[in-house]
């Protein structure tokens, strides 16, 4: 079994996210999926939201825990023996940014590989971002995030 770690924000979880994870762990068995607190960007979700949200979305997919850190990436991996970092591709302007973020924890942790998830076709317009814009329109949710996520979207955003 090879242990993987896939880090994001998830500020909120995304179908697009959900469907990395579940393909990342059916390839390597273990992933910890890592929420990390970011202090450049100012999240709509607590940290604690974040992880319960994705505790409730993969506790169906064998193999996944939901982690959380400050720092980097690859320290987390280190520590913990995963040797795989895994990343979402959406298209090609996340492209140039991933690269450079493979390469900087490549330096800090020479042992682990950097694996990218093409995002599939009908998800690649999800982000996190797109979500939080749309529904902050008025817009329906439901088909891009789970059940949960839209609910407190709706909750927490009025347009």
Known sequence: MIKAVYAGSFDPVTNGHLDIIARAANLFGALTVLVMKNEAKTPLFSVEERIEFLKKATAHIPGVCVETADGFTADYAHACGATVLVRGLRGAADIEPEL????????????AETVFFPTRPELQHVSSSAVKEAARAGAEVDSLVPPEVAAALKKLIKP
């Open 100 to 111: 450079a973020a493979a390469a900087f924890n490549k330096n800090r942790y020479p042992q």
